[in-house]
């Protein structure tokens, strides 16, 4: 029976682990399952473990709890993912959040994706939000948050970087044991974001042969409201900085260094052409309309009038982030050591 690791990095997670704990349980897949937390020394969602079931739910998965006491200077879920890959196991090793909810199927999904063939499966994210944001995450046709994967399509050597290729995410993906011998884990010195591209980057560069598709979607509490997607986005930008100097060749490298170049002239020439021609400016203004005409067509839902808007803002956040990250560098945070707590779901 194969055995299956699901790592999940926790961060004061109290409101949604029950939720994500509850998705793997329900599981339909045939296999032995341990669930790795890793989390910080007494971090507040240890409390909301409150786990029970009768003595059959109670080998559904084995629960483990890792504490670790990481200072990165920035975000520590890749610290954490480390510690938990480095304890898993699985003959396939899986990465999700505590923010997401599993369909029952996934595991098993998975893996019959990585029975195809494929080295790596992952999928994209739905939002458990029906309002205005999580309508704005789903179905903005433009600059969308998240990877879409409107069909099956394969990342590899051969194909990284060309259009509709985007690569999967950490919260939502299975690979092999092979995958991870041979090309590790996450870098912890990305303390801002873009880890999972960091990561996809060196699996495709190892010749592994990552499938996305849209059988592995699953549902993700996404963050809602200005301030906190405001930040979300500038710390991607961050994120992406860090990217562009790690990975200076790769296709993903090349489109950012280019949109910030195309941000950076547009900030120093509009104002010019503003001054000297005001007309000039009429023909991109026009763009917005028929813009906004685009998304309400393709999304089908009154809110999409907004969305350009709020994508203007959002990716203005993010390519600020970019700018400020390109002029500086990072630096790798120490480890401290572990302690682990083994947990029953019947406990």
């Known amino acids: ?81 480390n510690v938990g890959l480095e304890a898993a196991t699985g003959d396939v090793l899986c990465l999700t959040d505590s923010d997401m909810v599993l369909p029952p199927d996934w595991l098993a999904t998975g893996l019959a994706r990585l029975a195809d063939g494929n080295d790596c499966a992952g999928g994209p994210m739905i939002s458990v939000h029906k309002d205005f944001w999580g309508r704005y995450v789903d179905d903005n046709p433009v600059a969308s948050k998240t990877p879409r994967m409107q069909r099956d399509y394969v990342v590899d050597r051969a194909t990284i970087g060309r259009r509709g290729r985007k690569l999967p995410i950490t919260a939502n993906v299975l690979f092999t044991r092979d995958v991870y011998t041979t090309v590790g884990g996450l870098d912890p010195s990305f ?28 549902e993700h509490f996404h963050r809602q409201g200005w301030r906190a997607l405001v930040r979300e986005y500038h710390r991607s930008g961050r994120g992406c900085a860090d990217f562009v100097g790690k990975h200076p060749h790769s296709p993903f490298s090349r489109d950012r260094r280019l949109q910030a170049e195309v941000v ?60 400020r990250g390109l002029r500086g560098w990072r630096a790798h945070p120490p480890v401290r050591p572990q302690e682990e707590h083994s947990w029953s779901p019947a406990s």
């Open 1 to 81: 029976m194969t055995r299956i690791s699901v790592v999940i990095p926790v961060k004061n997670s109290q409101r949604t682990i029950g939720a994500a704990l509850a998705g793997i349980h329900a599981q339909t897949v045939a296999a032995d399952i341990e669930v790795i937390l890793v989390g910080d020394v007494c971090d507040h969602t240890w409390d909301a473990l409150t786990l029970t079931g009768d003595a059959d739910s109670a080998r559904r998965y084995e629960l483990r709890v890792i504490e670790v006491d990481a200072d990165t200077g920035g975000r520590d879920s890749n610290v954490k993912r």
């Open 264 to 323: 950076a002239t547009a900030v120093v020439f509009v104002p010019v052409v503003a001054a000297a021609d005001p007309i000039a400016l009429l023909a991109p203004a026009a763009a917005v309309p028929a813009l906004a005409a685009y998304t309400l067509a393709k999304a089908r839902t009154a809110d999409a009038v907004a969305f350009p808007a709020v994508t203007f803002v959002l990716g203005l956040s993010f390519t600020t982030g970019l700018l």
């Open 191 to 218: 303390v801002h974001s873009y880890e999972d591209y960091e990561f996809f980057q060196r699996i495709v560069d190892a010749g592994f042969r990552v499938l996305c598709t849209v059988s592995l979607a699953a």
